[in-house]
């Protein structure tokens, strides 16, 4: 069984300043790695996603998250963030080659600050 | 190119009471998977269908049921509903055996 462990529930950063967002998995197995987005009222977006090849994977709206499977992380980064990416933020498993649901973390609230 | 819609976007029912949502996958996939998010949490995986079968089931109990038509759209049953239902129910699509599902906005389902 696969499992997902964001380390903080809450991350306030400033307009500009950079930030990073940490998840660690469990697995026993390999897997992809997603990490998706949710605005207020809104249902998942995805950021973007490791599924074979480059550890450093680049996703939509600046983001970029590195895969390291000896530390079984995949944290998501940003180096200067808007008040617009204030959101809620999922990190996601699925075994590869296997069952097909993902499994979330917990998520982890972003607030971007004037 | 539409993506994944569902219906309706919000839904109050009472206790005991049977709910029904829809979700029309993305334009060319074929399998749909539902997903439970109850507040500060993140999804849970609750079915997911392909070729009109169910292939694969979350921890949720036989209250939880579902059906996907030939052209691939779905639908979630929830029967005697209970407080503990209400989240909001997201569906994702995509190509069978692939990665990365898509995501609609969800169905916001209370209990009262």
Known sequence: ?114 | DAGVTQSPTHLIKTRGQQVTLRCSPKSGHDTVSWYQQALGQGPQFIFQYYEEEERQRGNFPDRFSGHQFPNYSSELNVNALLLGDSALYLCASSFFGNQPQHFGDGTRLSIL
Do not use: M
């Open chain 1, 1 to 114: 069984a696969q499992s997902v462990t964001q380390l903080d529930s809450q991350v306030p950063v400033f307009e500009e300043a950079p930030v990073e967002l940490r998840c660690n998995y469990s697995s026993s197995v390999s897997v992809y790695l997603f990490w998706y987005v949710q605005y207020p009222n809104q249902g998942l977006q995805l950021l973007l996603k490791y599924l074979s090849g480059s550890t450093l994977v680049k996703g939509i709206n600046g983001f970029e998250a590195e895969f390291n499977k000896s530390q079984t992380s995949f944290h998501l980064r940003k180096p200067s963030v808007h008040i617009s990416d204030t959101a809620e933020y999922f990190c996601a498993v699925n075994p590869q080659g296997g069952s097909e649901k993902l499994v979330f973390g917990k998520g982890t609230k972003l607030t971007v600050n004037p």
